[in-house]
């Protein structure tokens, strides 16, 4: 049995692995969270402790009082502030003294080529050369792109719903140069799934690479109109047009832009098109050597963007006549 802390866990990605992690039953689950006074805290299936991410030995003594070996951040790394909260986790986790295992918030292959500038790479590799001159065991666990951005809103989704490549709910397609260059598309439920299940390894591979379902966004396209029975709008987007953060503009992200500006929704678009194209997130080609996973627990049924599509979408029929 594992005592495991989830920060980040009270939404988003991290409680979508909390919820993996208390569905087996075999551990004792905790949440760490700037306040405890979250909506559903008292249905929730574990226990949620209060932490100052300013604090790195307030951090310690929480997690000591509790006696947690395991900590898993799911801190969305996207400024200096959340970079800074990491980081004292880490250090808080060191001088805490019970916590043995620590996997960072990551989810992709890095030190890429075009990476350089892009300062959520940048934290990650900075969490990571500091989780490895501690003596605990690190992981980073590794997904590809997130699947679960193609059912909304036909499916609830975690996070904020951005329309990336596709914009299923439109019918619409800006696909980067020919849309011949596989990417890893992996749901939610199948990270969580395997997060929950390597808490019972006996040792953390470095990289923990999660497979889900491996394919061209052509091929998705194709999966896509049939899930919806309709052809979709389908613009090519050029390498050179990309790398002036010039990207077609799909419906579903303009209500966005309220959050995130146009401008900077079309850098970061535009950023992640260049990577689909240059196979950034193609995870059978980006791990080499490295086992994942998926070998470790065969039993883990991964879904596959077929069937999460028609999950969503209710599948339209035969588009070949």
């Given at each position: 049995?594992?005592?495991?802390?989830?920060?980040?866990?009270?939404?988003?990605?991290?409680?979508?692995?909390?919820?993996?992690?208390?569905?087996?039953?075999?551990?004792?689950?905790f949440v760490l969270s700037?306040?405890?006074?979250?909506?559903?805290?008292?249905?929730?299936?574990f226990k949620i402790l209060?932490?100052?991410?300013?604090?790195?030995?307030?951090?310690?003594?929480?997690?000591?009082?509790?006696?947690?070996?395991?900590?898993?951040?799911?801190?969305?790394?996207?400024?200096?502030?959340?970079?800074?909260?990491?980081?004292?986790?880490?250090?808080?986790?060191?001088?805490?003294?019970?916590?043995?295992?620590?996997?960072?918030?990551?989810?992709?292959?890095?030190?890429?080529?075009?990476?350089?500038?892009?300062?959520?790479?940048?934290?990650?590799?900075?969490?990571?050369?500091?989780?490895?001159?501690?003596?605990?065991?690190?992981?980073?666990?590794?997904?590809?792109?997130?699947?679960?951005?193609?059912?909304?809103?036909?499916?609830?989704?975690?996070?904020?719903?951005?329309?990336?490549?596709?914009?299923?709910?439109?019918?619409?397609?800006?696909?980067?140069?020919?849309?011949?260059?596989?990417?890893?598309?992996?749901?939610?439920?199948?990270?969580?799934?395997?997060?929950?299940?390597?808490?019972?390894?006996?040792?953390?591979?470095?990289?923990?690479?999660?497979?889900?379902?491996?394919?061209?966004?052509?091929?998705?396209?194709?999966?896509?109109?049939?899930?919806?029975?309709?052809?979709?709008?389908?613009?090519?987007?050029?390498?050179?047009?990309?790398?002036?953060?010039?990207?077609?503009?799909?419906?579903?992200?303009?209500?966005?832009?309220?959050?995130?500006?146009?401008?900077?929704?079309?850098?970061?678009?535009?950023?992640?098109?260049?990577?689909?194209?240059?196979?950034?997130?193609?995870?059978?080609?980006?791990?080499?050597?490295?086992?994942?996973?998926?070998?470790?627990?065969?039993?883990?049924?991964?879904?596959?963007?077929?069937?999460?599509?028609?999950?969503?979408?209710?599948?339209?029929?035969?588009?070949?006549?």
């Amino acid at each position: 049995m594992v005592r495991v802390a989830i920060a980040g866990g009270s939404g988003g990605l991290g409680r979508t692995l909390a919820e993996a992690i208390a569905a087996t039953t075999k551990h004792d689950l905790f949440v760490l969270s700037r306040e405890t006074s979250h909506a559903s805290a008292e249905k929730s299936p574990f226990k949620i402790l209060r932490v100052d991410y300013l604090n790195p030995t307030q951090i310690a003594e929480v997690l000591r009082a509790n006696n947690i070996n395991t900590v898993i951040s799911t801190i969305g790394i996207l400024s200096e502030d959340t970079h800074r909260a990491q980081l004292n986790l880490i250090d808080g986790a060191v001088e805490a003294g019970t916590v043995t295992r620590f996997a960072p918030s990551d989810g992709y292959p890095f030190h890429l080529p075009g990476l350089e500038g892009y300062m959520s790479s940048q934290y990650k590799i900075a969490a990571f050369e500091k989780l490895r001159a501690t003596k605990m065991e690190c992981t980073r666990f590794i997904i590809g792109f997130l699947m679960d951005y193609y059912g909304f809103p036909a499916e609830k989704i975690d996070i904020i719903p951005l329309a990336v490549v596709l914009d299923v709910e439109n019918c619409k397609a800006a696909i980067p140069a020919g849309g011949n260059d596989p990417i890893t598309l992996t749901h939610s439920q199948t990270i969580g799934k395997f997060v929950a299940a390597s808490l019972d390894l006996p040792k953390w591979p470095e990289k923990s690479w999660i497979i889900g379902d491996t394919m061209t966004w052509n091929e998705v396209l194709d999966i896509a109109e049939q899930a919806r029975g309709q052809k979709f709008d389908v613009t090519y987007d050029s390498i050179e047009s990309l790398q002036q953060s010039m990207v077609t503009e799909l419906p579903a992200n303009v209500p966005r832009y309220s959050i995130a500006p146009k401008p900077f929704m079309d850098g970061i678009m535009s950023l992640w098109s260049l990577g689909f194209a240059q196979r950034w997130f193609d995870l059978p080609f980006r791990k080499g050597d490295d086992g994942t996973l998926n070998e470790l627990f065969p039993e883990i049924e991964v879904l596959t963007m077929k069937n999460f599509l028609n999950r969503c979408w209710g599948g339209g029929g035969d588009l070949s006549g």
